[in-house]
């Protein structure tokens, strides 16, 4: 089994097909390196994403998660929701209040850590990180955030602090995604909650076919 590589100072990644295969580390493609806002995109680009910080670890897992576009699942339960209204919906209006309730949120292999949350936040003010919030009375109820790189969207991480408030952001993203020309969703995995909502896994082959198409298209998230 070949290991992953060890990444030194220069800005570069090996193929994601060359990833751990099995075991506990099967799609972890390499180790080292940074989260600056070069190797971020680059990153995106290649089909890979951090996981970890403290070393910096980079994933192509197999299968990959992904929601279609025309897809999108709502349940009688999220519709009604919707019709009630009772959120307001705001795009990039709150983006490190989000990431930080998302790194709060208790949840197997949380990965959020300050290091992540200052690497997406200077992503963010970099114009390719953004994110979708829903609010109650003037307080942040729901939110999801994720990184734009030409035509694909590469969710990242989403909360709620009131019922169906991720859903509800997430319903909202996908029709930004749809207006705005956007061609791929990557969710990475595939929870039990994208999954109700759509969600369904694609073999790595087939995601990076897509991604080499998707980063070609001039997509504009705001």
């Known amino acids: 089994m070949k290991p992953p ?4 100072g220069r800005i570069e990644f090996p193929d994601p097909r060359d990833a751990v295969k099995s075991g506990p580390h099967a799609g972890l493609v390499a180790v080292g390196g940074d989260m600056s806002v070069p190797r ?3 990153a995106y680009r290649s089909g890979l994403f951090p996981w970890t910080a403290d070393p910096v670890t980079w994933w192509s897992p197999d299968p990959r998660g992904i929601f279609e576009l025309d897809q999108f699942h709502v349940s009688r339960s999220l519709a009604r929701t919707l019709r009630k209204g009772g959120f307001e919906v705001t795009f990039d209006r709150a983006f490190r209040e989000v990431i930080t309730a998302c790194a709060k949120t208790r949840r197997p292999g949380g990965w ?39 035509g694909l969207f590469a969710g990242e991480s989403m909360f709620h602090r009131a019922d169906d408030a991720s859903k509800v952001a997430l319903f909202h993203l996908v029709g930004r995604l749809r207006e705005r020309g956007f061609v791929l969703f990557d969710t990475q995995m595939v929870t039990p909650v ?20 998707a980063v070609r298209v001039q997509a504009v998230f705001e």
């Not at 200052?118 to 994720?146: D, F, I, M, N, R």
């Not at 994208?194 to 198409?213: D, F, N, P, V």
Request: proline share 0%; aromatic share 10%; with cysteine.
């Open 5 to 8: 590589t060890f990444l030194d």
């Open 40 to 42: 971020l995109l680059l």
């Open 194 to 213: 994208t999954k109700q909502l759509g969600a369904t896994e694609i073999s790595r082959a087939k995601y990076l076919r897509l991604l080499g198409a």
């Open 112 to 150: 959020i850590s300050a290091e992540f949350i200052a690497a997406y936040t200077t992503l963010h003010e970099a114009g390719h990180a953004h994110s979708v919030e829903c609010w109650q009375a003037g307080k942040l109820v729901g939110g999801v955030y994720g990184v734009a790189v030409g």
